[in-house]
């Protein structure tokens, strides 16, 4: 269960790039790949899929990856997550049932 950083920095190093190919690549600064990979900042779902299509990995486990941060992070310090986590799961039942927004 790999945070999304070091899956994007494990595969940077398993292909030999340096931030800076992969910052031309991406069209992101170098600084903010370094963040992402160190998990200190958060990407935007649009440069999440521009590292999938970069690494040729899966969109939606890198997705996966990434959603799971941003709400563990989230929860990490909050005495309810557990409790939390299991109506936010069944709000988005009810809400893709229901056509809510």
């Not at 998990?39 to 935007?44: F, Y």
């Not at 690494?55 to 563990?72: H, P």
Request: hydrophobic residues 40%.
């Amino acid at each position: 269960m790999k945070a999304f950083g070091e899956i994007i920095r494990e595969q940077r190093i398993k292909r030999g790039l340096v931030l800076r190919q992969v910052a031309a690549a991406t069209d992101i600064d170098q600084a903010t790949i370094s963040k992402y990979e160190k998990c200190e900042r958060k990407p935007s779902k649009m440069q999440v899929l521009q590292f999938a299509k970069l690494y040729n990995l899966d969109q939606d486990t890198l997705i996966v990856a990434w959603l799971s941060d941003k709400v563990a992070y989230d929860l990490q310090n909050e005495r309810l997550a557990d409790k939390v986590l299991k109506v936010a799961e069944q709000k988005v039942k009810y809400i893709a049932k229901n056509g809510h927004k």
